[in-house]
């Protein structure tokens, strides 16, 4: 076979493989996980070694590694209100966790994307800050921020358990595993005041 052939071939190969890979792909699951306030360098992903993560860290022998991602704010709502539509709290003008609320109607979401591409979407959060009042639930299907409040606290403090965030996640996508979705998936426990949940 001539060399001229063998690359023409070579190539039609990988091109089909690519649209294979894509087809795979396509109406795949999507699912976002939010940590509040995990440091990467407190994770063995990243070299620490004075902690065990051992379902995150078969979650990274199965995925890519971003090295550098920074945070455009270091307060929840800003921040999550940027993950989901790609632009910095400048652009979107949500600046502070409270005194805030994102308008959906001038900036598309991510959760809209998909929406209009098929998929159903769904959210389950941790933390009051995070409540779908503030605006960042328009777009979602269903937007689960059931977060009882206490009297006396600052607002930081008003969280709900990620064991009980989970399975209502969990729930949610056992309903819907059937067809294409996206699942926002938020919570809170290494944020002050720090907490760690048990499974009790």
């Not at 502070?96 to 769904?122: C, K, M, V, W």
């Amino acid at each position: 076979m001539a060399p001229d052939h063998m690359r023409r071939c070579a190539l039609l190969l990988l091109f089909l493989a690519a649209c294979h890979r894509e087809q795979a792909f396509r109406n795949a699951p999507v699912i976002l996980i939010s940590v509040d306030t995990l440091r990467s360098d407190h994770l063995p992903a990243y070299g620490y070694r004075g902690v065990e993560t051992p379902n995150l860290d078969a979650l990274r022998a199965d995925s890519m590694l971003f090295e550098r991602a920074y945070s455009h704010c270091p307060m929840t709502l800003p921040s999550h209100v940027s993950i989901l539509t790609g632009l910095l709290p400048t652009e979107h003008e949500v600046r502070n966790n409270i005194g805030y609320r994102f308008d959906s109607a001038r900036f598309p979401t991510l959760q809209q994307t998909l929406r209009e591409h098929g998929y159903r979407s769904g959210a389950a959060v941790s933390s009051y800050v995070l409540r779908g009042e503030t605006g960042i639930k328009n777009g979602f299907d269903f937007y689960d921020d059931g977060i009882a409040v206490a009297a006396a606290g600052a607002i930081s403090e008003h969280q709900r358990s990620g064991f009980e965030t989970l399975k209502i996640a969990n729930s949610w996508i056992e309903k819907n595993a059937s067809q294409p979705f996206f699942f926002f998936f938020h919570i809170y426990e290494p944020h002050a005041p720090y907490d760690p949940s048990s499974a009790a």
